[in-house]
Every structure is written in structure tokens, then in C-alpha cells.
């Protein structure tokens, strides 16, 4: 018998914000903007002994053709304040929120984590993202200009100016005077001093530092440039992978990437979306997934998602039809804003998905069925947990971050029927074992540095 000890499973719950995975009229669907959805999706995750509550961002409503999409028009709130209000009615559970590096500023984005890390108890998170986009741009005054490679440079500086933020106080910063009883401050406590590239700042940090050392940092990854980032500067990485043997090739890539940046490996979690449809039997859960399927792939959604790549106006072509027999125009102005563009050569997308076509004989709605599902843990409670615990303990990831197929009750299921059946397995805790985010995930507190040497 192996003495091997059993991965613990990382587990993570989000509110994904408006999109076409969400189905907006079962009959239990609520608000994506009532703190109640939030709340609940939380204290759920909680309940499960999941590791963090996830919150995406956009910021911008999404357009087609000049209009907004009609998802979008149940809001967008922002991030920070959702998840200061979740401090205050959860214990445990890590809070992660989605915050942009291309139009925020480090000084500003530091001082907000590094408030809700105290307010939480050492709990907070942030997944850098960055934008591209012009369109987005429009509400910032920088006005979207910078190009993949900008974005990246300024995303690597940004990194490393609010570490050096956060790292400007020590732990013993502030003292207590056994005489007097008053509190002495350091004289370098909180001062800081970056000249880059990018910013130019110094002053005066103002929030002492985190209880966990430093708030953890998520990004994702998938170009050679984007996957070196992450392995360098980040703790958790997004994987767009679930299934093997390409998820495993992804962590293992990853990992690699990591040693050569001179970290140790399992020091960085590599952590995949999924979704799940549970069932009384298998068939009866696949009639379930095809079902929700259904509902999420709607005439106007297989619409948008081939016009975001021919960037053409497609509403003549029958979606249940064959696939357009134009070539798509790049040149055009963009009938698609506001979407994250994921495909890099659209006259290369369009010619594997022709191929795909044909070698199914699928319609344009049946393309868009194989290219944009999620990954999928489908079956029975028994069945979902083995499947679950089989990737992981295969290193095809070290967790997932779960969303249900409906806000708020989607993880609901999960929690009650899955989480047992992993908890008796050994490969997830029955109770929270550490008082921060970085001690539940397994992360070491990081060491100090980047900070101003102590003056007289």
C-alpha cells in the first residue's frame, strides 16, 4: 500500500458576471448585482471548506454593432467593495478579486488589497489582469493604446511596485513601549522610492504590512509570454486546461517555468476552471449537461461568438446552418467590443473550425458547442469525486475554481453532495486548518524585500 500522502484538493467558488455561461431564466437565478447573490455564493463556499471566493471584473459594458449586449445590462459592480462587504460575514475563506493593471496605478491598487488583507484577516487576493482593448480604454484616460507587449512590460513593473509597496513595512514596524505604553513607529516604516520604466513614485506607504506577508497574487497564462509572467511573479496561475494529458502538460510546463525563475514549484498552484451537472445516474446527468447546453448556446450568443471572429455582420446566415463562406475582414471596424479576443490569427481560427465542420458535419451551432463549453465534470455524486480527485492526484492541476450554471445556488449541489464524498477521501480538509488564505492554500509566507533600508 502506497504511503504516499493524498494531494489536498484546492477549491475555489465564482461569480463570473455576466455571461453566456449563465442561464438567466431558471427559475432560481437572482440578482448579479444584489449583495444577497454574493452572500450566498460565499457563505456556501464556505460551508464546503473551499479555499477562496472568486470575483471576474469588466470594465465595460460589452457591444455589438454599437449596442450593448443584453446580458450586460444587469451591471457590472466593482470589485473592491463587494469583497470588503464579504469580509465582514464570512471567516475563513479567501477573498480574490480581478483588478487591471493597465489602468489602474500601483501606489492606489496596493493601498485597496492591502486595506481588505487587514479587514479580512489576512484573506485577500488579486488576479492580474490586463487590456488591450481601445474600446475599454475609452473610460480611462489612457485611453487603451498599449500593445500586447506594452501591456505585459507595464503588467511586470506594475507586479513588482506593489510588492515593493507592500514590503515597505516590516513585521516589527510598529512597537509597543513596555515603559510608557505607547506605540513607536520605525522611521522607514512605509517609505518607498521606484524610478522604472513605467512609474516614477515615492512617499509614504500607509497600511502596515498584510498578516499573511503579502496578499497572494493569480494570473493567467497560456502564451510562452504570458506563461513566463505568471510563473515568475505569481502564486496561484489560472490553467485553461481539465482534462488530461494536455492539463498535465500545462502543469508541468508551468512548474518548470517556475524552477528556472529560481522558485520552488510547490510554492505555485496551477488551478483550472470547471463546471459540473450532477445526476441520479451518468445518462441522466448527460441529458442534464445537454439541456443546459442548449439553453446557454441561444441564436444571438452562436452569433456573436463567430462574428467576433469574422468581424462581419452574420445575422443573415442560419445558425443551424453551414459556417460562413466569406473569409473574415480584420481591417473592418470592430463589430464585437468589449470581449476578451482569445484568438490570435482569425483567418486561422476560421480555417480549423471549416475543417471541424466538416469532419462532424456540424452547423455553426454545433462548432460553437465543441469551441466554447467548458470543461465538464459530469455524473453522479461518486462519479463527479472520483474524477475530480483522479485529475488532481494525476497533477493534471492542484484545484479548480467552480461555478455553477446559475447565480446565486449553482455551487449549492456541489457542497452537499460532492464535498462529503472528498472529505472521506482524505483528499479535502474537513476543517480549515490555518487563519490566512496562503496558510489554507499551502503557500509559504514570502520573504520581505525590495523595501528602503531603516533610517536614523
Known amino acids: 500500500m502506497s504511503t504516499t500522502p493524498r494531494k489536498q484538493i484546492i477549491l475555489a467558488a465564482y461569480v463570473g458576471g455576466v455571461n453566456e455561461h449563465t442561464l438567466w431564466e431558471h427559475p432560481d437565478a437572482g ?137 515597505s513595512w516590516s513585521e516589527d514596524a510598529i512597537v509597543a513601549d513596555k515603559q510608557t505604553g505607547e506605540f513607536l513607529v520605525d522611521a522607514a516604516a512605509g517609505a518607498f522610492s521606484h524610478t522604472g520604466a513605467q512609474f516614477d513614485i515615492e512617499g509614504r506607504f500607509t497600511v502596515p504590512r498584510s498578516p499573511q506577508g503579502r496578499p497572494v497574487i493569480v494570473q493567467a497564462g497560456v502564451s510562452p509570454q504570458g506563461r513566463d509572467f505568471a510563473a515568475a511573479n505569481s502564486d496561484l496561475i489560472f490553467s485553461p486546461y481539465s482534462k488530461l494529458p494536455e492539463a498535465a502538460d500545462f502543469y508541468r510546463d508551468i512548474k518548470s517555468r517556475a524552477r528556472a525563475h529560481g522558485r520552488n514549484p510547490d510554492e505555485l498552484k496551477i488551478i483550472p476552471g470547471a463546471g459540473f451537472v450532477l445526476g441520479d445516474s451518468l445518462a441522466d446527468a448527460e441529458e442534464k449537461a445537454r439541456h443546459i447546453r442548449d439553453q446557454q448556446l441561444t441564436d444571438r450568443t452562436v452569433q456573436v461568438i463567430f462574428e467576433q471572429v469574422w468581424n462581419v ?33 482569425r483567418f486561422e481560427t476560421a480555417r480549423k473550425w471549416r475543417e471541424l465542420a466538416e469532419a462532424k458535419g456540424l452547423s455553426l451551432r ?49 457542497v452537499d453532495k460532492v464535498v462529503p464524498l472528498l472529505q472521506e477521501r482524505g483528499s479535502l480538509r474537513t476543517e480549515y486548518t490555518g487563519s490566512t488564505l496562503r496558510e489554507n492554500l499551502g503557500l509559504p509566507v514570502p520573504e520581505r524585500r525590495g523595501a528602503l533600508a531603516a533610517t536614523a
Open 313 to 345: 455582420d452574420l445575422s443573415a446566415y442560419d445558425v443551424d446552418g453551414p459556417l460562413p463562406d466569406i473569409d473574415p475582414d480584420p481591417l473592418a471596424e470592430p463589430i464585437i467590443q468589449g470581449r476578451a479576443f482569445i484568438y490570435q490569427d
Open 31 to 167: 440578482s448579479q448585482i444584489d449583495f444577497a447573490s454574493f452572500r450566498h455564493v460565499a457563505q456556501t463556499a464556505e460551508r464546503g471548506r473551499f479555499d477562496y471566493f472568486f470575483l471576474a471584473e469588466g470594465l465595460a459594458l460589452r457591444e455589438r454593432a454599437g449596442q450593448v449586449f443584453d446580458h450586460d445590462v444587469a451591471g457590472r459592480p466593482d470589485t473592491l467593495p463587494v469583497l470588503a462587504a464579504l469580509a465582514g460575514v464570512t471567516e475563513h475563506i479567501g477573498l480574490i478579486g480581478t483588478l487591471n493593471a493597465t489602468f489602474n496605478e500601483p501606489y492606489e491598487l496596493a493601498r485597496q488589497i492591502a486595506s481588505l488583507d487587514h479587514l479580512s484577516g489576512g484573506r485577500a487576493g488579486w488576479n492580474v489582469v490586463t487590456s488591450w482593448d481601445a474600446f475599454t480604454g475609452q473610460n480611462f484616460r489612457r485611453g487603451g493604446f498599449l500593445t500586447r507587449e506594452e501591456r505585459y512590460t507595464r503588467a511586470e513593473e506594475f507586479v513588482s511596485t506593489v510588492r515593493e509597496l507592500w514590503d
Open 366 to 414: 454545433g462548432v460553437a458547442a465543441e469551441i466554447s463549453s467548458r470543461a465538464e465534470f459530469i455524473g453522479t455524486p461518486q462519479q463527479i469525486a472520483d474524477k475530480l480527485d483522479d485529475f488532481i492526484q494525476n497533477d493534471g492541476a492542484d484545484g479548480v475554481v467552480l461555478g455553477g450554471h446559475h447565480t446565486p445556488g449553482g455551487i449549492d449541489e456541489f
